[in-house]
């Protein structure tokens, strides 16, 4: 594995629901474009008829008005070959070529479209529409929810990456080794392109709630005694998850990760502590304040 001296570092986001939620997050993009991220990704839900109106719109103020690349999340599980298209060819228009292929998520009341069964087809379909987009694509250090075993998981990551992902980037996770561990069978299994880590900080007991009810990351011991021990100190929550997050960070980047992407869940200052601890392993020589 070549060793990347200049790991990446990328923030995600995503388009807010009100009209408020748009002013706030203008303040949010500003703040984060201080930080000199290498890439901004915006994320997409599968409901219809938002893409346009919440995604591609912020992707495109990012982009060009901000001039930070963008990476627009394009899940397709309830998209026809024809609606993607479209959307490729606005995108295109946009000068906006970077994008993370999803299947997305499967609604148990709403079957799927035929179009797009895996994240591999719709990669496919770019690559025949679009070729010179770059794609990315999600992985799971802890297993894909829907994969029977690990082998399979790789054999179907596998088949992502030679289909024409360029880059993957992990579901978030909170024990190191295990990503340590995924990375091994990736390259056993040559797949060789860039794995960027997906590091989210916990920050509010509500996330973190939520984050046990909902993911399937394991959560190491120290981990839960974070959560035990600072469960009604706001406060202490706060500054116990972003040092944990701040401690995955610089074990990562020690270990030479391609790089890391932080799901900022739209918090500029959270983003900017914990660049502020870390922008020497990135070589960011702007000052933060």
Do not use: W
Not at 111 to 120: G, H, I, M, R, T
Request: net charge negative; charged share 20%; glycine share 2%.
């Amino acid at each position: 594995m070549t060793k990347n001296k200049t790991p990446s570092l990328s923030f995600e986001i995503f388009p807010p629901k009100t009209q408020i939620g748009n002013q706030k997050m203008l303040q949010i993009l500003n703040d984060l474009q201080q930080l000199s991220p290498d890439f901004i990704s915006v994320t997409c839900s599968n409901t219809k008829g938002s893409f346009e109106s919440t995604t591609i719109k912020l992707a495109d103020y990012i982009q060009n008005q901000l001039n930070i690349p963008t990476v627009t999340h394009l899940p397709a599980a309830y998209l026809t070959k024809i609606e993607v298209a479209t959307i490729l060819d606005h995108l295109n228009q946009l000068n906006i070529k970077n994008i993370l292929a999803l299947r997305g998520d499967i609604l148990p009341e709403e079957p799927a479209k035929d179009d797009f069964k895996y994240a591999s087809d719709l990669i496919d379909f770019i690559q025949a529409k679009q070729p010179d987009f770059k794609i990315s694509g999600a992985c799971y250090p802890e297993i894909h929810p829907d994969s029977a075993n690990r082998i399979t998981d790789i054999q179907n990551l596998k088949q992502k990456v030679d289909a024409g992902c360029n880059e993957l980037i992990t579901q978030l996770f909170f024990d190191n080794e295990l990503f340590y561990d995924f990375q091994e069978k990736c390259q056993l299994a040559n797949i060789n392109v860039p794995i960027l880590a997906g590091i989210m900080p916990i920050i509010n007991r509500n996330q973190a709630l939520r984050l046990i009810k909902t993911s399937e990351a394991k959560l190491p011991r120290k981990f839960l005694a974070i959560l035990e021990k600072y469960e009604h100190d706001p406060i202490a929550l706060r500054d116990a998850g972003i040092a944990y997050a701040i401690d995955q960070i610089v074990d990562l980047v020690t270990q030479d990760s391609a790089g890391i992407h932080l799901y900022t869940m739209n918090h500029a200052e959270t983003a900017n502590q914990i660049v502020a601890a870390t922008a020497s392993l990135f070589h960011k020589q702007k000052m933060i304040s």
